[in-house]
């Protein structure tokens, strides 16, 4: 069986920034947007299933992969209209939107701001506002990343908190690529830190009944970085909202249940793609 084609990527200026970008495919757009500690590839495999049914676009947050990374104070919101500007460059009028942990918290400013721009609406491991526990794993990554000025000292501190125990002790050749992946960034470490820092102020939980798309909340159950609390918060607040609970599974449940996720995501957006 041949290999999907490599993915070829380019540079989008978006007001004073630069955005890397890819864009596979023809159909209704998709766009993707990935979790704090990656950058588009983390979609890879998503891009190579859709490309074949849909317009799909990833891009590198600012301050992450090729994007331009200046050490400076950020928000989420700084970054949500990074993607509206994107869109604009694109000319992408409407699109699913499907955003990955902090991706999911960029995604909810997206549709609060140009709601006319988003079909439906996906988060993955993601929340409308972080709780206590979040809040310490954040902290607890960011200064080891600081103390030690070493992103594979971050790989081997941090790894265990996005699968489950069941998944760490069962794969340990997955978890060193994992780690081995982190460890291999070129990102600087202040623009990491200030992304975390703008997670730990975001909260638009009683904005989200301003949300009328369709919307997907998919999570683990096990995850203690989004947990089934921050899950909840947000469902109660979207009842038309659609939750998938991946069960045994953590922050990284595409990864440990990829046939269910694809499945369940795929079905998703059948539904709600226009004709």
Same mark, same amino acid.
């Given at each position: 069986?041949?290999?999907?084609?490599?993915?070829?990527?380019?540079?989008?200026?978006?007001?004073?920034?630069?955005?890397?970008?890819?864009?596979?495919?023809?159909?209704?757009?998709?766009?993707?947007?990935?979790?704090?500690?990656? =950058?588009?590839?983390?979609?890879?495999?998503?891009?190579?299933?859709?490309?074949?049914?849909?317009?799909?676009?990833?891009? =590198?947050? *600012?301050?992450?992969?090729?994007?331009?990374?200046?050490?400076?104070?950020?928000?989420?919101?700084?970054?949500? =209209?990074?993607?509206?500007?994107?869109?604009?460059?694109?000319?992408?009028?409407?699109?699913?939107?499907?955003?990955?942990?902090?991706?999911?918290?960029?995604?909810?400013?997206?549709?609060?701001?140009?709601?006319? *721009?988003?079909?439906?609406?996906?988060?993955?491991?993601?929340?409308?506002?972080?709780?206590?526990?979040?809040?310490?794993?954040?902290?607890?990554?960011?200064?080891? /990343?600081?103390?030690?000025?070493?992103?594979?000292?971050?790989?081997?501190?941090?790894?265990?908190?996005?699968?489950?125990?069941?998944?760490?002790?069962?794969?340990?050749?997955?978890?060193?690529?994992?780690?081995? /992946?982190?460890?291999?960034?070129?990102?600087?470490?202040?623009?990491?830190?200030?992304?975390?820092?703008?997670?730990?102020?975001?909260?638009?939980?009683?904005?989200?009944?301003?949300?009328?798309?369709?919307?997907?909340?998919?999570?683990?159950?096990?995850? /203690?970085?989004?947990?089934?609390?921050?899950?909840?918060?947000?469902?109660?607040?979207?009842?038309?909202?659609?939750?998938?609970?991946?069960?045994?599974?953590?922050?990284?449940?595409?990864?440990?249940?990829?046939?269910?996720?694809?499945? =369940?995501?795929?079905?998703?957006?059948?539904?709600?793609?226009?004709?």
């Amino acid at each position: 069986m041949s290999q999907p084609a490599p993915l070829q990527g380019k540079t989008a200026k978006i007001g004073n920034y630069e955005l890397y970008h890819v864009d596979e495919g023809t159909g209704f757009p998709v766009l993707l947007i990935h979790g704090l500690a990656g =950058d588009h590839s983390a979609w890879t495999p998503q891009i190579n299933a859709w490309r074949g049914s849909y317009r799909v676009i990833a891009a =590198d947050t *600012r301050g992450a992969g090729r994007s331009t990374q200046v050490e400076e104070a950020i928000t989420l919101q700084d970054l949500a =209209d990074d993607y509206i500007g994107l869109l604009d460059h694109l000319g992408v009028e409407k699109c699913h939107l499907i955003g990955r942990s902090l991706g999911g918290a960029i995604s909810q400013l997206i549709t609060l701001k140009a709601p006319e *721009r988003v079909q439906s609406l996906t988060m993955l491991a993601s929340g409308a506002k972080f709780d206590a526990m979040c809040c310490r794993i954040l902290d607890t990554m960011r200064e080891v /990343l600081e103390w030690r000025q070493s992103w594979a000292d971050h790989a081997r501190h941090s790894s265990h908190f996005f699968v489950s125990c069941k998944f760490f002790n069962e794969n340990p050749e997955t978890m060193a690529a994992i780690e081995r /992946l982190i460890a291999g960034t070129d990102r600087k470490i202040p623009c990491y830190a200030a992304q975390i820092h703008a997670v730990k102020q975001h909260d638009v939980l009683d904005r989200l009944v301003e949300i009328k798309c369709p919307v997907m909340v998919m999570s683990g159950s096990e995850d /203690l970085i989004c947990s089934p609390t921050v899950q909840r918060w947000m469902v109660e607040r979207m009842p038309h909202a659609e939750w998938v609970e991946f069960q045994g599974a953590a922050h990284f449940f595409l990864m440990e249940q990829p046939e269910k996720f694809m499945a =369940d995501l795929g079905a998703f957006l059948a539904r709600h793609t226009p004709a």
